[in-house]
């Protein structure tokens, strides 16, 4: 973005946003210097994988399995063109479910009685816990039925893809780091308009926190973020950023006002308390923002300030 010159503090409303960011897989500790290396909070980063999480995505295979290649042995008692050897992981129990098992299927559709035209075998037990993730193989028939280096490749191929995830940021974590910050500057989507965001002088002065973000999407993955000012002389672009800005707040108060009306049906004291405090909350970062765009935009916006005490009345009323 070209540096452009300062504008009249009064004749300043806010800024508009928008920003396109690669899908790339990058590692969490990238990620973290990219934040520190731009100024960019590191408390908006999405958390990483943890071991657990990592695990379940890492040991799992397709619906339909992995293929492996069939014994010497087993094509000389099964010459079928149609032989199939995969593998698949299974869940145990469902009250256990850090432990699975590497299952074969042997698949012969030419074998004479159906045992032998399908067959399953025990290859491993997959298990994760504090310490980290083993996988204890299971001596029997499957041995004599599948190359034992295929199946060892493939237990190192998800070994691999679980370090790997282990050192990886979450998918997207660059747009998800930058969306967080947009929200703690009060940034509104103009969803009229696509993905591009409004976000009020009064919550951005002077643009650093938005150049910050543009150094941290250019350092982490690539991507581009562009901004610029939204001043009052822009007359056209002024008063349809304020009635998409309106309509949103609007939404959104009237779904806070429906909603506590909805928690005086809630008979758990603990589940509405509960409920009116997340709401509460809501509320809170929806009165900022209005407040924010009310300074920016230098107009009273009454709809707004009715919808505000109602929906401000309604929680009271919970």
Do not use: N
């Amino acid at each position: 973005m070209t540096t452009q010159p300062p504008a009249v503090s009064g004749d300043q409303r806010g800024w508009l946003a928008w920003y396109a960011v690669p899908e790339t897989s990058i590692p969490y500790h990238h990620l973290v210097r990219a934040a520190e290396e731009s100024s960019f909070p590191k408390e908006c980063l999405p958390r990483p994988l943890d071991r657990k999480a990592a695990w379940e995505q890492a040991f799992s295979l397709p619906e339909a399995g992995r293929e492996v290649r069939p014994s010497d042995a087993l094509r000389q008692r099964c010459p079928d063109p149609g032989l199939t050897c995969r593998l698949h992981v299974r869940t145990v129990r469902r009250r256990m479910p850090l432990v699975r098992h590497l299952e074969l299927e042997v698949v012969c559709p030419g074998a004479v009685t159906p045992g032998e035209q399908r067959r399953t075998a025990l290859v491993a037990v997959l298990r994760v816990d504090d310490k980290g993730h083993s996988c204890s193989t299971v001596i029997g028939p499957w041995m004599e039925l599948v190359d034992g280096d295929a199946v060892a490749r493939a237990v190192r191929r998800m070994e691999e893809d679980y370090r790997r995830l282990l050192d990886a940021a979450p998918p997207g974590a660059s747009r998800e780091a930058v969306r967080r910050r947009l929200k703690e500057l009060s940034a509104i989507l103009l969803r009229a308009t696509g993905a591009l965001y409004y976000i009020p002088h009064a919550a951005c002065p002077d643009g650093k926190e938005l150049m910050a973000c543009r150094d941290f999407i250019a350092r982490s993955s690539g991507g581009q973020f562009t901004f610029v000012r939204l001043l009052a002389g822009d007359a056209q672009a002024v008063a349809d950023v304020r009635a998409a800005v309106v309509e949103t707040l609007r939404r959104q108060l009237a779904a806070i006002h429906d909603e506590a009306g909805r928690l005086k049906e809630v008979a758990d004291p603990e589940k509405r308390g509960r409920l009116a405090t997340r709401l509460l909350t809501t509320f809170q970062e929806v009165a900022e923002t209005t407040r924010r765009v009310q300074a920016s935009l230098q107009d009273t916006l009454q709809e707004l300030e009715d919808l505000l005490s109602l929906a401000k009345g309604a929680l009271a009323a919970v």
